[in-house]
């Protein structure tokens, strides 16, 4: 984590107090707005503040977002598996990730408000400012993408009035906010590679697949099912073109050996020992601090040891490597407690093609390390464990593990540009040929079929979006916008076997799910506005998403 961000982010934490220490009569302590707005330090803190709500420990909650896709399960929320998801759901009714979203926005636009009034260097100053707009845009895309409609809030509220906001369509968002934000900020954002802010090349990918999305459907909050203009896949095809011929970035083209360890090229950003690779283009920091770590590795373990996937817990199933050791002994000795919020299915697996280096990265099920010791879990997403944490380093635990989240890579960019040039042009070019072979190279696969026509070509790119970009968050996006998403999820795999690598036939996942296969139902392409966020704007008539209560 880069040392000015972790500075940034304790200090915002230490302004932090509750509604009720404000009415305490002449506090000792206080910072009022007028006040605080004075120097390029306050700016650096006010804006490295809106970059927590990224980091927020609500924000584990993130990979909800892919629930019962054909590559991620579950096994204990139920009205994921069954689609009876509504308005009280605690997804966001408990965990706040709804809210955590707009408290971002609402630190952002302190932040758009404010600084500009500051004595300041004026490159530092809309470099600042720039990140705060490309913030604020993230937001706004996460929450226009899984929740349709949003209030319109482009300044710092001040006015009760300022809360009363009519929802408005969400083209009006990306049309008033996301866009011009990402505009300004990769004009003023610094143009350097990703070291935990926001750079001019984040928010061109960040923009370029915003453009991507806006291409595809979607699901109004009237229950419409609309297409995206087909402007937009020139627009994200010229931002993609654009980072891969002028960025500082690259794919990570280096593996790493340590002992028995081996993190091939394609694991490297993932490497705790290396965070900020060429590759990462926006990069979710974490630091091994109560209230400051990741809570990942807690939420993505199917079970405290690897029973059912390696076999009853008396089994000893590498006694042909001599290891005498049953399933149960070769338990994580950091204990991950098995919450199994986020569970990769053997659908998931069957997607790699033969010598696929990304498969068996991507899967966690068995970890040697070099003092001899062998570990066993059921199938996890590598992504978004801390190793050190399972193997029981000493000072680890669930609470603050130091793995941090990417959400855009360079491998983005090579993507967006392959499937965007393709629709813009009708048959894909020789780049794009170039793009997607990058890919598949790293993962020790040879080059895409020469020739495909349109179709097969988008099949293709889909295919080398989920097999690359597994864990991090874009699975159901991708599987909305090319209208996907029911046909994708139906009848797919959930029993692991011998072909798997599993010791028998085995299943994890929630038997209220495993029973019905629910279909994926089209309502559920966006999500309920939380019952409380209603209730707050009763008197403003927000209506809520079609197809909830």
């Known amino acids: 984590m880069n040392i000015k961000f972790k500075i940034g982010v304790l200090a915002i934490i230490g302004m932090m107090s509750s509604c009720e220490d404000y009415l305490v009569e002449e506090p000792p302590i206080?910072?009022?707005?007028?006040?605080?707005?004075?120097?390029?330090?306050?700016?650096?803190?006010?804006?490295?503040?809106?970059?927590?709500?990224?980091?927020?420990q609500h924000n584990r909650w993130w990979a909800c977002v892919d629930a019962y896709t054909d590559d991620q399960v579950n096994r204990s929320d139920d009205d994921f598996g069954s689609h009876t998801v509504s308005s009280t759901t605690d997804m966001w009714e408990r965990f706040d990730i709804y809210r955590d979203w707009w408290r971002g926005i609402g630190r952002a636009n302190n932040v758009i408000e404010n600084v500009p009034s500051i004595d300041m260097d004026n490159d530092e100053k809309n470099a600042i400012l720039g990140e705060a707009r490309a913030l604020r845009a993230l937001y706004y895309f996460h929450l226009v993408k899984n929740w349709g409609d949003q209030p319109l809030m482009d300044s710092a509220v001040k006015v009760e009035a300022d809360f009363k906001k009519q929802r408005v369509d969400t083209d009006i968002i990306y049309d008033d906010i996301i866009i011009p934000d990402l505009k300004f900020a990769e004009e003023f954002c610094k143009d350097q590679l990703h070291d935990g802010h926001i750079t001019k090349w984040s928010a061109k990918i960040i923009l370029a697949d915003v453009y991507l999305t806006r291409a595809g459907w979607r699901m109004t909050s009237k229950g419409d099912k609309v297409q995206g203009d087909p402007v937009n896949w020139e627009l994200a095809k010229e931002k993609a073109k654009d980072i891969i011929d002028n960025s500082p970035h690259a794919l990570n083209t280096v593996g790493k050996v340590d002992g028995k360890i081996v993190t091939p090229a394609y694991g490297m950003s993932w490497d705790l020992d290396n965070p900020f690779t060429p590759e990462s283009m926006l990069e979710i920091s974490y630091y091994p601090v109560l209230g400051l770590g990741n809570w990942m590795s807690r939420e993505s373990n199917p079970h405290a040891f690897g029973v059912g996937y390696w076999g009853g817990a008396n089994d000893t199933p590498l006694i042909s490597e001599g290891i005498t050791q049953t399933v149960r002994q070769m338990d994580f000795p950091g204990n991950p407690p098995g919450v199994g919020r986020y569970i990769p299915t053997p659908d998931f697996y069957d997607a790699f093609e033969p010598g696929d280096e990304r498969r068996d990265y991507s899967i966690l099920t068995r970890f040697d390390t070099n003092d001899g010791g062998t570990y066993l879990c059921q199938p996890t997403f590598r992504k978004y464990i801390d190793i050190s944490y399972y193997v029981g380093e000493e000072g680890t635990s669930f609470?603050?593990?130091?793995?941090?989240?990417?959400?855009?890579r360079y491998a983005d960019a090579l993507l967006i540009y392959a499937e965007a040039?393709?629709?813009a042009d009708g048959s894909p070019n020789g780049d794009a040929y170039n793009a997607i072979n990058e890919i598949r190279n790293r993962a020790g696969l040879a080059n895409l079929t020469p020739g495909l026509a349109q179709s097969d070509f988008r099949d293709a790119v889909l295919q080398e979006r989920r097999v690359e970009l597994n864990a991090e968050f874009k699975r159901k996006s991708d599987l909305r916008r090319t209208n996907r998403l029911a046909s994708a999820t139906a009848n797919i795999n959930l029993d692991w076997s011998p072909a798997q690598g599993a010791a028998g036939d085995y299943r994890r996942v929630g038997a209220l799910y495993y029973a019905n296969r629910y279909p994926y139902p089209d309502h559920e392409w966006i999500w309920p506005i939380p019952e409380s966020e209603m209730q707050l704007n009763s008197e403003n008539n927000w209506y809520q998403n079609a197809g909830y209560k």
């Open 30 to 56: 206080f910072i009022s707005a007028s006040n605080y707005w004075q120097t390029e330090g306050d700016a650096r803190t006010a804006v490295d503040g809106a970059y927590e709500q990224l980091h927020s």
């Open 399 to 408: 609470q603050y593990t130091n793995s941090n989240i990417i959400l855009y």
């Open 421 to 423: 040039q393709n629709e």
